[in-house]
């Protein structure tokens, strides 16, 4: 069984695919990317690299030949673009004759969400399902590798900064869900036509977030509950699209309806274990080297 895994050079797609090379042979893995040559490193390996983009539907034909299970990662884009380019990749899998699709959601998909790129992963799944198409749908949380990125800040300031109030989020490693998206593939039978809310293993507050950085660095960090709109600015300072600054910004707004905070023991059940921890993998992160 043939199994192919898109974005091969993004962060997600590079560690499903070091994970799933440790479940089965590499020359059962696939990999398929814009820009094939910056995946040197994966050929090396003995995986099959393939040019893929999910704006040319013959490509991703090409690109889906002799597969059996897909792992579709979300594209990153505004979200017209991006509902048009996961039906096109779709399409392209069962004109190819895949059989099964597993696919990155997010917890909680809805059409009406704070968080607007929600509204891409109702679309996408609502398409999967009525593709024909045996699927497992992967709604993934909010990665806690993405709480790194206001650490150097809070060094130098002391604050840990964004919009979130006293609202929990179910952060989780990417990592972890990186290795469930490689035991689906591995064992696709076991999966299929499932829904998985992979989330972490508590909803944690940003107030939390900022103790557990103070403590791991040894400086002193509060929580600084910004306002929206200058949150918005400091994205839009970073020279994000403005799509990107909504959707950020929205996390948190939904986050404040409660809509991250629920815990789901899927993420465990399949890994066999449970995922590591905010605490653990920010203490890890701050006190390597």
Known sequence: MKRLITGATGNFGALAIDHLANLIAVNDIAASARSPEKATSLTAKGIDVRKGDFDDQALMEQAFSGIDIALIVSAEADNETR???????????????????????VIDPRADS???????????????KASGLTYTILRNSFYADLLLGGVPHALETGQYGAPAGDA????????DLAEIAA??????????????????????THS????????????????ADLPNDVYEGILRSLGLP?????????????AKNGDYEGVSADASSILGRKP???????KQALTKG
């Open 114 to 128: 704070a968080f607007t790129y929600s509204a891409i992963h109702a679309d996408t799944e609502a398409f999967i």
């Open 276 to 282: 590591q921890s905010v605490e653990d993998f920010l």
């Open 168 to 175: 929990g989020i179910t952060y989780i490693p990417r990592t």
């Open 242 to 254: 403005e799509h990107a600054v909504i959707a950020i910004a929205g996390i948190y707004l939904a």
């Open 208 to 223: 939390e977030i900022a103790a557990i950085i103070a403590s791991a660095t040894g400086k002193n960090i509060a929580f």
């Open 183 to 204: 035991i689906v593939l591995a064992n696709p039978a076991d999966h299929a036509n499932k829904t998985y809310d992979l989330t972490g293993t508590k909803a944690i």
């Open 83 to 105: 509902i048009r380019q996961h039906r096109t990749a779709i399409t392209a899998a069962k004109n190819a004759g895949v059989k099964h699709v597993v696919y990155t959601s």
